[in-house]
């Protein structure tokens, strides 16, 4: 894994413009930066991300049963009790999922490590896979990349194969997200885009324009009945909502399914560490009131995470992390080592929540940036990855999506 300088493509920026990602700059900060991009082997690619994170999803799937036979697991999630039935339901069912991404902290060297799951409404997506791939084109063609030389990126034909696999040709699906969110939106259209090249018809509705109909129906901003919906609004706050209650009897199936609120959750993580423990690319983590006395130097860990922490003790003082169950990018996220915080985000939006503790893995640097792997998952397999570096050992909002190759 090498950080190489490239020249930027000519007229880039206006052909960004042209396709609709006018978020290429965000903040006053470059997001999508070609300046330079991140080289890896074949080998490093299929063995070190591809197939663990295939691996990885089907131990989240057997996570899913774990959870659900567990009221205090549930509780500890903090799944809303009103809606506990619709999210084991929709598992019970077999609510097809679409796709998920997992960030992963990885250096080349050694094996990935898993630093969340966002599975319920990750974005990027867009990027990672058209505007890199089409990079990738305009680079080979003008030889700045060496002939035969790859990417990993699958994205786009795995999602079209899977609308095939999961709808009849002819279904009609609605895709939302917020209004006048262009990052959303790039999302939700490159989901759209799939599903209408596997045959499928895709609507787009703002959220807020989604009404309920009498007999109890979602429907469009036309007053058609909705009846597969993919949103990009994640379950912890629709769960929330008031639109909730009208789920269970709208004959809607919703993308992604309910019981992805599980998957999304950063309570995951001790779950998979307590059901995995030792997996190579897993990181110690366990829920913070379980182990709070005994970090702390006051008292002892709760007795059913006694043994798993007293494994991983030395490890977590030398360095953890504190995340919220519930956060998005980075926020309320703290980094402590021997004791003391070094890195803290600035944005506290999700301090009130229970939070977890996990192991400290270091990203690795490249001229001042850490970069982060987000391996995606389409159906139940990896199908493509981008990458996402940040000055800060958080992975923030200001963080910026690179390009990758596989050398020739």
Known sequence: MKKIDLPERRRWREHAQEVGFTFADMHGEPYWDETSAYAFSLAQIEADIEDPATELHAMCREAVDHILASEALMERLAIPEAHRDLVAESWRRGDPEIYGRFDLAYDGNGPAKLL????????????????????????????????????????????????????????????????????????????????????????????????????????????????????????????????????????????????????????????????????????????????????????????GVAAAFERAEAQLRAGHVRKPILSREGASVSIYKNGKIIEQAQNTEYADHPRIVQAYHSLPQFDGFRPVVGAWIVGDTCAGMGIREDRSRITQDLSRFKPHFITA
């Not at 992805?260 to 950063?266: G, M």
Request: one cysteine or more; a negative charge.
């Open 116 to 303: 969340e799951y966002n599975a319920d409404t990750p974005t990027s997506l867009y990027e990672s896979a058209a505007f890199q791939w089409q990079w990738l084109e305009d680079q080979l063609e003008t030889g700045v990349l060496p002939t035969g030389s790859d990417q990993f990126n699958g994205l786009h034909e795995a999602l079209v194969a899977r609308f095939k696999m999961l709808f009849k040709s002819g279904t009609d699906l609605h895709f939302a997200a917020v209004a006048d969110n262009p990052e959303d939106y790039a999302t939700v259209e490159a989901m759209a885009w799939a599903a209408r090249e596997a045959d499928l018809g895709a609507h787009y509705c703002d959220l807020e324009k989604i009404a309920i109909s009498t007999e109890g129906q979602f429907l469009d901003d036309e007053e058609r009945v909705i009846g597969v919906l993919f949103k990009l609004y994640p379950w912890e706050d629709l769960l929330r909502d008031d639109y909730a209650n009208h789920i269970a009897g709208s004959g809607c199936l919703f993308l992604e399914p309910p019981w992805k609120a599980l998957l999304s959750n950063k309570g995951l993580l001790p779950v998979l560490w307590q059901m995995f423990e030792g997996h190579p690319n897993l990181l110690p983590a366990f829920f913070e009131h379980d182990i709070a006395d005994a970090m702390a130097g006051i008292g002892a860990p709760a007795p």
